[in-house]
C-alpha cells in the first residue's frame, strides 16, 4: 500500500512538472508579451525596457530554470499592471469561487444522485425515463447559455438582476442561479453515474443471495449496495472537487462573479503572464491533488486494489 500511495504521489508531481513546463512555453510562444503590454506607438527602446523587466530578455532555457527555481521559493511573479503578487489577486478572489463551486457542487452531488437513485428504483419507468432524460439535457446545456436563460428570466420576469456581484455585493439570492448554472452539468453526470453504477451493483450474485436469505430491501440498499456503487462516484466527486476552479470561468464571465475564473480571462486578456501562469498552475495542482485524492482512496473503498499492492 504505501508503495503505491508513493507512486502516486511521485506520479502527481511529475504531471505538475509537465504542467509548469508546458504553460511557460506555450504562454511565451503565443506572441511578445512585452509587445502587447507596451503602447501601439512605443519606439522600440520602450519595448526592450518592458522586456528587461518582465525577464524576457533573457534566453528561454534561463527564463524556465529561473522561473522554476522561484515557484521551489515561493516566487509565484508579480502583476505587471497591478503590481500585487500573483498568490494575493488569487487568494482575493479565492473565497468567491469557492463559495460558488461549493454551493454548485452541493447542489450537483445532492440532487444528482438522489434522482439518479430513483431512476436506478424505477429501472425503465415513466420516472426513470423522465431523469434519464433530464440528465442529457442537463449535461449537454452549455453553461453560458443556460446562464444568459437564467439571467434574461431573471430580469424580465422576476425583475431581478443576477449580476449585481460585479459591485462587491454578494447574497444568497444571488448566489443560487450562478451556482445552479455551473452544476447543472454536473448534476446530469452524477445521476447517469449514480443510476448506472446503482443497477450494476443491485444484479450482482451477492445481492440475490441476500435477497434469497430474507434481507430487507432497505438494509439491502444502504447496508450493501450504496457503499459498493459508491467507488464509481467517489471518481465523478474528485474530479468536480478538481473542478472548481476550472469549471467557474465561463460562469463567473456571465454572472460578473468576482472569481478566479474572471480573474484569469482578464489577465489572459491584458497578457498578464505572471498571473495566468500561476492561475493555471493553481487549476492543475486542485485537478492533480483532487485525483491523486481519489486514487488514495481508492486504496481504502476497493478491497481489489489493496490485495493487488500487497
Do not use: C
Not at 289 to 305: E, G, K, M, Q
Amino acid at each position: 500500500m504505501t508503495r503505491v500511495i508513493l507512486f502516486r504521489i511521485l506520479r502527481s508531481l511529475a504531471t505538475l512538472l509537465i504542467a509548469v513546463t508546458i504553460v511557460f512555453f506555450f504562454i511565451r510562444l503565443s506572441g511578445d508579451p512585452a509587445q502587447a503590454l507596451a503602447p501601439p506607438d512605443a519606439p522600440p527602446e520602450v519595448v526592450e525596457a518592458y522586456r528587461v523587466k518582465l525577464g524576457l530578455d533573457k534566453p528561454l532555457p534561463v527564463q524556465y530554470v529561473n522561473y522554476v527555481l522561484g515557484l521551489f521559493q515561493g516566487d509565484f511573479g508579480y502583476s505587471i499592471h497591478t503590481g500585487k503578487s500573483s498568490l494575493t489577486l488569487f487568494l482575493d478572489r479565492l473565497p468567491a469561487t469557492l463559495m460558488l463551486g461549493g454551493t454548485a457542487l452541493a447542489i450537483a452531488v445532492i440532487f444528482g444522485i438522489s434522482i439518479g437513485a430513483v431512476a436506478a428504483l424505477n429501472r425503465n419507468s415513466f420516472i426513470d425515463r423522465l431523469v434519464m432524460g433530464f440528465s442529457v439535457f442537463a449535461f449537454a446545456m452549455p453553461n453560458f447559455f443556460f446562464g444568459l436563460v437564467v439571467i434574461l428570466t431573471g430580469a424580465l420576469v422576476f425583475g431581478v438582476f443576477f449580476g449585481a456581484a460585479a459591485n462587491g455585493h454578494i447574497s444568497l439570492l444571488l448566489l443560487l442561479p450562478p451556482a445552479a448554472t455551473l452544476g447543472l452539468a454536473s448534476m446530469g453526470a452524477f445521476a447517469r453515474f449514480t443510476r448506472s453504477s446503482l443497477l450494476e451493483t443491485i444484479n450482482q450474485p451477492f445481492m440475490m443471495a441476500l435477497e434469497a436469505r430474507g434481507v430487507p430491501a432497505a438494509r439491502r440498499l444502504w447496508r450493501h449496495a450504496a457503499p459498493n456503487a459508491a467507488i464509481p462516484i467517489v471518481t465523478m466527486l474528485g474530479l468536480s472537487l478538481g473542478s472548481l476552479v476550472a469549471g467557474a470561468v465561463v460562469t463567473e464571465q456571465v454572472f460578473a462573479w468576482p472569481g478566479v475564473g474572471q480573474l484569469l480571462v482578464r489577465s489572459v486578456a491584458t497578457r498578464d503572464i505572471a498571473v495566468v501562469q500561476f492561475l493555471v498552475l493553481a487549476v492543475t495542482f486542485s485537478m492533480t491533488f483532487a485525483n491523486l485524492a481519489v486514487d488514495i482512496l481508492y486504496s481504502f473503498l476497493d478491497p481489489r486494489i489493496r490485495r493487488a499492492a500487497s
